[in-house]
């Protein structure tokens, strides 16, 4: 009856199968590591360039609010040295003051003349504010006679009731005092400009901070009223710095971007996840990648399929042609 050649079934089912491992290595294989190498590398560039894009945005936010707080600063000295000049031209100390309604806005606390003992002479405002004003200014070693001079100076922060924070701003009124002073709340001037720039949302924030590390003004998600010295962006701002940087907390990325007033020694710090701030339809592309997944599956199928109904059929032939 004749037997089949040693071997034939096995050399020639060994033939087939390799042909279809070498299908799939140089066919499916290079294509799917090819194409897993665009997706996720895409997905890479994209996610590397939006965290870019938010920093810059945060820095260039963190600028314009200091910037702004800072001119604001600049322009109340000069309205109170402009009180200064009058009350040294003027007889009446009280008659400045009364004529000086239109500086109420910027000055919400109030204006006045005080000696270098720090005596009232006159004043626009309640009294007993501003008798506690000079009290925490001078328990806080802010000496008008010691410190003033001729030139302007900005007083630090004073605690005030409502938690907000008060800064007296001085000018002398000759060699040897009086001085004019005005009285202001941080939040007339930090508000406007930083609520303008920052859009406060989850786990975001944006805080004003003192050189005693302080936050003197806050939007979003609530801090501690004092920071300390390792919380990111704070050390750097106090020391005149500006720029973005990026940390973990809490399974996400924040950034912080940060940038100092230098008139009055305080910092803007803009922290936010810079996920959140991406659209939400971009982020979708963050698992682009797993489209190749049923890709590979449909070939893997698509070769199989090809070895039960080619391969297989073709085995059997040789097979029984061999028989």
Same mark, same amino acid.
Request: hydrophobic share 40%; charged share 15%.
């Given at each position: ?11 020639? $089912? ?225 020391? $005149? ?83």
């Amino acid at each position: 009856y004749g037997t089949p050649p040693s071997g034939t079934d096995r050399s020639g $089912g060994s033939r087939w199968q390799k042909l279809t491992f070498q299908v799939a290595a140089l066919i499916f294989l290079p294509i799917t590591i090819l194409v897993l190498i665009v997706a996720f590398g895409s997905t890479s560039l994209h996610l590397s360039g939006m965290r870019q894009l938010v920093g810059d945005r945060d820095e260039r936010a963190a600028r314009s609010v200091a910037n702004a707080i800072n001119d604001q600063l600049f322009h109340r000295s000069d309205q109170i040295q402009s009180l200064a000049i009058r009350g040294n031209e003027s007889s009446s100390l009280t008659n400045v003051l009364e004529s000086s309604a239109f500086l109420d806005q910027e000055f919400d606390l109030g204006l006045a003349y005080v000696s270098p003992e720090g005596q009232i002479i006159a004043s626009r405002g309640q009294l007993e504010n501003w008798e506690n004003l000079l009290a925490q200014a001078h328990s806080k070693n802010i000496e008008m006679s010691a410190n003033m001079g001729s030139g302007i100076h900005f007083s630090q922060a004073i605690e005030f009731p409502d938690d907000n924070f008060i800064v007296l701003v001085y000018a002398s009124i000759g060699q040897e005092g009086p001085y004019a002073v005005g009285a202001f709340s941080v939040t007339s001037v930090v508000h406007q400009p930083l609520f303008s720039a920052f859009i406060p949302g989850e786990r975001s924030s944006a805080i004003v901070v003192d050189k005693n590390r302080n936050i003197l003004y806050s939007l979003g998600e609530s801090l501690p009223e004092h920071i300390n010295e390792t919380h990111p962006g704070v050390a750097e701002v106090l020391e $005149g710095e500006s720029g973005a940087t990026y940390f973990p907390i809490n399974g996400s990325e924040h950034v912080t971007a940060y940038s100092p007033i230098p008139l009055v020694e305080w910092g803007v710090v803009i922290e936010e996840p810079w996920e959140s701030v991406t659209n939400p339809l971009l982020n979708t592309t963050q698992i682009a990648p797993l489209a190749v997944i049923p890709v590979l599956i449909l070939s893997l199928i698509a070769l199989w399929f090809g070895t039960q109904r080619i391969v297989q059929p073709l085995q059997s032939l040789q097979l029984r042609a061999s028989k």
